[in-house]
């Protein structure tokens, strides 16, 4: 064990020891108290007692992390992000989602096509990877198109974007009217062993649709998508999946027949993945009473029923992961007529804690809140994060499970503001994140100086 | 205070005190349009603005004529639904307007809620004049005036509503309205304009329209939008007029002392007979008169309460805000105002 203890003279970053923690392992669903030590990028030891071992002297190069009362989790993994860049700059940029994203102890994103242009091509790949770098903060994983231009009539080339670097097939935003377009897309995306990312809506069946189809609708007077745009979708694709063997992941999934289709076809062996995001199991349709235009995306808030059908779904397996659908926009998309306003909400920042109030609620036990938000998505992308591994890159996010905060739309790091969550009180916060072992993030301390400067003031 | 919020968007929510404050108060001013010199000066010098953002004749003249009567400012602007790709948002129209000074703002929108986002931004009143499939209060309120004219009362009663709910903000307004009043409400048409949710809502709903009308007090039928029957909802106008369209024999379903309602403007022949439209139990016209007395009284109302509020503020020893929204008795209203030298 000495061996993983030497330190390496010369390196710029020195060793770096969370001590103290309760360690979440995701994979072995267990929690335990341990330290951990992180040297060249990667996790170089995991033990309890590791602080004890280390010599008393000649260690002053050695950082120390008290972890004591907080969790040392897996850096969180949220495998549906909108980055916006190319073209959407002025909602988020690739630096500032990925600021939100270590703020939010979310470690590594996959980011969804849709941009401008669209990421169709493996130049657009290589300039997010680039952009990614540049900002040195989350690891980001780019999903290629499905369809070139995002249009759904013909295939993206999956083999030049996958050699760029791409993880998943996805026209994420843009549902794929064309079955056949879509078994194919399954066919190829499986050469390269990626999955397809479904955004399931029957286009005829949603078309025209604000809101969740429903007596809140009908009381608000807003065009409504039914759940069944979602259901026969999945329905059709679940078809494909089978037919091809290819493997669906079904995203966003926000309906109870939905749900149901998905556990059936799991259960008969189908290839079929699937996520939530944290609004559908924490919002319904009530939430856009009073045109609140940050309770609008694709798919809608649906019904309480959906809602317990989706924790339910959460809990048995069924539903692999959580997944923010993190998608800024300016408040100029936002402070317009209800059916002017885009779709969709920020999430970041607000997937931790939203996770842990699961466990809260009894919905899951820690260790498998956590694996939705690390290991599991990780495998549905078959990343090599989300685990707590020596030899691993050291992507580790230290959570204090008790901090109580409340979300402030402006304060959020993230260039757009469109939570639905403002103003909500949260418990736990990643209170340091680290990326191949740089921290990236750290609230240590913060909070100390405000309450000096008052103090000044008084004084 | 009998009627203390501040907009008018929607009778949701609104107590049956309130509805029968504003309904009393209408009836108050029903009055004041049958004098020689139709004009009391209950508004002067405030302004009021009405913002159409979609053609209106009828719901745009009554608000010109009730403000006039009560010799407010009025100023009519129509203007274009603001779209995503061109033309100032309704935030910057509404701030625009804010920053002149009126004293409410009727609007009128294609897009439901956009009266709630105004809201939002200015500080004055806003009274909506329906937006897009949500509500239009103010067409609600004198259907509910109407009937208690032609009824004595509103509780008890069983009122049809008929055609097209599914887009309708007359339907909504007059539902939650007639629903708090104590009143059943039925909703007769297709599947596809009449979907299930509107049982959760309070509704009982049938499909016949003979069925439908059985044994009902009020008849209210909605204008249907020709452009709709492309198809979609029903495969032809004809295809619906064959099974809605208010005839005599469908009318002999109903009490015998049934009134009919509808808000125009109506086609005549596709859901209404003319027969029907001008026999002896239509009270259309009772309804368009009845539509500016309830108008002059959501302005009153709201505007009023506002200049009471100012006038407080300016001059401590000023008229409570109580006293100048208390219902007006049938005669008082002249007198008081000759009394108060205004």
């Not at chain 2, 368009?288 to 302005?299: D, H, I, P």
Request: proline share 5%; net charge negative; aromatic share 4%.
């Amino acid at each position: 064990m000495s061996e993983g203890f030497r330190l390496s003279a010369g390196r710029s970053e020195p060793p770096l020891l969370i001590a103290g923690g309760t360690l979440v392992d995701p994979v072995a669903r267990k929690q335990r108290k341990a330290d951990v030590l992180v040297r060249d990028g990667v996790i170089a030891a995991i033990d309890a007692g590791i602080s004890a071992q280390l010599p008393r002297r000649g260690v002053a190069t050695i950082q120390r992390v008290d972890a004591t009362g907080f969790l040392v989790t897996p850096g969180l993994v949220d495998m549906h992000v909108h980055l916006r860049e190319p073209g959407y700059e002025y909602k988020e940029t690739i630096a500032t989602g990925a600021r939100a994203a270590v703020a939010g102890g979310v470690t590594s994103v996959a980011c969804m096509a849709n941009t401008k242009p669209v990421n169709d091509s493996p130049a657009v790949t290589r300039f997010i990877l680039e952009r990614a770098h540049a900002a040195q903060l989350a690891k980001v994983f780019p999903i290629g198109a499905l369809s070139v231009g995002l249009a759904g009539a013909q295939l993206a080339p999956f083999a030049g974007m996958y050699e760029a670097g791409i993880i998943a097939i996805s026209d994420d935003g843009h549902a794929v009217s064309d079955a056949e377009l879509m078994r194919r897309a399954l066919e190829c995306a499986k050469m390269f062993g990626m999955p397809v990312i479904d955004h399931a809506e029957d286009r005829a069946l949603a078309a025209g649709g604000l809101m969740h189809e429903g007596a809140v609708s009908l009381r608000l007077g807003l065009r409504g998508v039914p759940s069944a745009a979602e259901d026969v979708m999945v329905a059709r694709d679940i078809a494909l999946a089978s037919l091809t063997g290819g493997h669906l992941h079904v995203a966003h999934i926000s309906s109870a027949g939905a749900v149901g289709m998905v556990r059936r076809a799991r259960a008969a062996g189908v290839h079929v993945t699937a996520e939530v995001s944290p609004h559908h199991l924490w919002l319904t349709d009530e939430a856009v009473v009073g045109y609140n235009t940050n309770a609008k995306m694709a798919p809608p808030l649906r019904s309480e029923s959906d809602r317990q059908a989706l924790r339910e779904a959460l809990a048995d397996g069924t539903i692999d992961c959580i997944a923010t659908d993190h998608a800024p926009h300016h408040r100029d998309e936002k402070d317009v007529e209800f059916e002017q306003a885009a779709n969709g909400v920020v999430g970041l920042e607000t997937l931790l804690p939203l996770t842990l109030r699961l466990v809260d609620e009894r919905v899951l036990d820690l260790p498998t809140a956590i694996a939705k938000i690390t290991s599991e998505p990780a495998a549905i992308l078959g990343l090599p994060v989300g685990t707590l591994d020596v030899g691993r890159a050291a992507d580790l996010t230290v959570i204090d499970p008790t901090l109580e905060w409340t979300v402030a739309a402006p304060e959020l790091l993230t260039k757009s503001k469109n939570t639905p969550f403002d103003g909500w009180t949260m418990r736990g916060r990643a209170v340091l994140t680290m990326v191949d072992g740089r921290v990236v993030h750290d609230l240590r301390g913060e909070g100390e100086a405000p309450r000096r400067a008052r103090a000044e003031v008084r004084a | 205070m009998l009627f203390a919020r501040p907009h008018l968007i929607g009778l949701e929510g609104l107590s049956a005190e309130e509805i029968t404050f504003l309904l009393d108060t209408a009836e108050s001013f029903k009055e004041v349009s049958e004098r020689e010199i139709k004009k009391v000066p209950a508004l002067r010098g405030r302004t009021v603005v009405n913002l159409f953002f979609e053609g209106s004749t009828r719901t745009r003249t009554s608000f010109e004529i009730a403000a006039k009567r009560l010799s407010a400012d009025t100023v009519s602007l129509s203007a274009q639904a603001s779209s995503a790709s061109k033309g100032e948002t309704l935030t910057d129209t509404a701030r625009n307007l804010a920053a002149m000074g009126p004293d409410a703002i009727v609007v009128r929108h294609p897009s439901s809620g956009a009266p709630d986002l105004l809201a939002r931004h200015v500080d004055c009143p806003i009274i909506n004049a329906g937006d897009g499939a949500h509500e239009h209060p103010t067409q609600a309120l004198l259907d509910l005036l109407t009937i208690r004219e032609h009824k004595g009362q509103i509780a008890g009663l069983t009122v049809a509503i008929v055609g097209d709910l599914l887009h309708s903000r007359v339907a909504r307004s007059n539902l939650f309205g007639l629903l708090t009043m104590g009143a059943k409400v039925r909703f007769v048409g297709p599947p596809t304009l009449v979907p299930r949710q509107f049982a959760d809502l309070g509704a009982e709903l049938v499909c016949d329209l003979h069925e439908g009308l059985k044994g009902v007090d009020v008849i209210m039928m909605l204008r249907i939008q020709r452009e709709r029957m492309n198809g979609r909802y029903f495969s032809s106008l004809d295809e619906y007029s064959r099974l809605y369209c208010l005839s005599a024999d469908a009318v002999a379903r109903a009490k015998s002392d049934v009134i009919i309602l509808h808000p125009g403007p109506m086609n005549r022949g596709v859901e209404i007979s003319s027969t029907v439209a001008d026999g002896p139990y239509s009270v259309i016209m009772d309804q368009v008169t009845n539509g500016v007395a309830v108008r002059m009284a959501v302005l009153y109302v709201l505007v009023g309460r506002r200049k009471a509020a100012l006038d407080d503020a300016a001059a401590d020893d000023g008229p409570a805000i109580d006293a100048a929204v208390r219902p007006l008795a049938l005669a008082e209203l002249p007198a008081k105002r000759a009394a108060t030298g205004e």
